[in-house]
């Protein structure tokens, strides 16, 4: 079957760094993304990587390991408002986004 | 402001009722998609449509319905409602083709199913 794994909670200081990990088994594989949800919101699109490595976008940035189905999320500079759960998911051989239950981050002052 | 809207926002509904979830895109996207969101689950495909007038099966498509008359709007209906479809629904859609073809949501509708 498919699945994606994240962790379901954690927490980090106002100013600090966070990884969020993501490993995933899929069948077939055409891109990771990550996606932020606040409480009570939709979910919006953060980043997508298809090729190994570093994606960088502000102070976030988004890590593929393909051979390893692997991923991770890194937040600099943390702020209040990113307290948020954020969603990681991987396109499938068919196209469709495999979701995983997502990392609800509480950020402290 | 371009967007999705979806109607209702929230809804309760007795058992047994034949209920219509509302969704409507103006950013002129060939694919469309309904989720459903339940706690410590990922997000679920019922159902989607990759353009107008065709539509296919998600992983939990039993008991929901879809129709893609035109671009803009895909509703969803559940026929006769169940407790187990008691959720927050969220309307989805993106430009289609390959590529990061990034899936823009809408505010979702929260059912609750008695």
């Known amino acids: 079957g498919q699945n994606i794994d994240q962790p379901t909670e954690m927490t980090a200081t106002e100013g600090a760094i966070v990884q969020i990990n993501c490993t995933y088994q899929t069948s077939g594989f055409n891109g990771l993304f990550w996606y932020q949800q606040h409480a009570g919101e939709a979910p919006t699109f953060l980043s997508y990587n298809v090729l190994d490595g570093l994606e960088e976008k502000g102070r976030f940035s988004s890590f593929l390991s393909r051979s390893k189905g692997y991923s991770y999320l890194l937040l600099k500079e943390l702020q209040m408002k990113d307290s948020a759960s954020y969603l990681c998911a991987v396109k499938d051989s068919n196209y469709q986004l495999i979701w995983g239950a997502g990392t609800k981050l509480i950020i402290k002052p | 402001i371009a967007g999705i809207t979806q109607a209702p926002t929230s809804q309760i509904l007795a058992a047994g009722r034949r209920m219509t979830l509302r969704c409507t895109q103006d950013?002129?996207?060939?694919?469309m998609y309904w989720y459903r969101q339940d706690l410590g689950l990922g997000l679920r495909l019922i159902h989607y449509s990759n353009t107008a007038g065709t539509t296919g099966k998600g992983e939990v498509p039993d008991g929901y319905s879809v129709s893609r008359a035109n671009t803009d709007d895909f509703p969803l209906t559940l026929a006769s409602a169940v407790p187990s479809q008691t959720s927050v629904y969220f309307c989805?859609?993106?430009?289609?083709?390959?590529?990061?073809?990034?899936?823009?949501f809408g505010p979702g509708t929260r059912l609750t199913v008695t």
């Open positions: 989805a859609s993106s430009e289609g083709g390959s590529g990061v073809d990034e899936q823009y």
């Open positions: 950013m002129r996207h060939n694919a």
